[in-house]
T-cell receptor, first 117, second 116 residues
Framework: AQTVTQSQPEMSVQEAETVTLSCTYD???????LFWYKQPPSRQMILVIR??????QNATENRFSVNFQKAAKSFSLKISDSQLGDAAMYFC??????????????FGQGTRLTINP | NAGVTQTPKFQVLKTGQSMTLQCAQD?????MYWYRQDPGMGLRLIYY???????DKGEVPNGYNVSRLNKREFSLRLESAAPSQTSVYFC???????????????FGEGSRLTVL
């Protein structure tokens, strides 16, 4: 079974600085999808960014970008120019591309990000 | 644009009581899910329904039952609540994976359940 590990329970960053959240995963598959979700205090789960494993190019969404290292099974999230509204719990998630695993997402434990003004 | 709606938002139960969490989605998605969120453990899959008429166990199904009532609705039932089931529950839906679709999940707002 696939597992997702977020080794940083908490991170903090100064407003306007850059922060990187780590995520590693364990799989024997070659085709899969990776996601970062944000959960602000409102509790709503919001998709931040997604990455297809077959794409070598790292995904980018405005101030959010990923560093996808397939061989190392690493999928880190970089937030540039941090804003107070970025304060949230961030979850990394994995989804198989085929088979029964394609039916569900496996989540990491989460990293709580604090933005210091 | 409602998306995924789950009720109730909050509930307090006594040990041994039963209750049903309701979930409905209006995005015409085939797949629906129930996750629970506990501190330090992320989101863990309880049950999912890949399509109308099918349900499958996830990682932590014990103590729960589900019903896929129709394509829109997927309910989660606690027959005899236990303190270990105190958690935040999320319903989600998605299109199944297909070429060109990553199949990300769309979540409801969560339901906080406390079992005393």
């Amino acid at each position: 079974a696939q597992t997702v590990t977020q080794s940083q329970p908490e991170m903090s960053v100064q407003e306007a600085e850059t922060v990187t959240l780590s995520c590693t995963y364990d799989t024997s598959e070659s085709d899969y999808y990776l996601f970062w979700y944000k959960q602000p205090p409102s509790r709503q789960m919001i998709l931040v960014i997604r990455q297809e494993a077959y794409k070598q190019q790292n995904a980018t969404e405005n101030r959010f970008s990923v560093n996808f290292q397939k061989a190392a099974k690493s999928f880190s999230l970089k937030i540039s120019d941090s804003q107070l509204g970025d304060a949230a719990m961030y979850f990394c998630a994995y989804r198989s591309a085929t088979g029964q695993g394609a039916q569900k997402l496996v989540f990491g434990q989460g990293t709580r990000l604090t933005i210091n003004p | 644009n409602a998306g995924v709606t789950q009720t109730p938002k909050f509930q307090v139960l006594k040990t041994g009581q039963s209750m049903t969490l309701q979930c409905a989605q209006d995005m015409n998605h085939n797949s629906m899910y129930w996750y629970r969120q506990d501190p330090g453990m992320g989101l863990r899959l309880i049950y999912y329904s890949a399509s109308e008429g099918t349900t499958d166990k996830g990682e932590v199904p014990n103590g729960y039952n589900v019903s896929r009532l129709n394509k829109r609705e997927f309910s989660l039932r606690l027959e005899s609540a236990a303190p270990s089931q105190t958690s935040v529950y999320f319903c989600a839906s998605s299109e199944p994976y297909a070429t060109g679709r990553t199949g990300e999940l769309f979540f409801g707002e969560g339901s906080r359940l406390t079992v005393l």
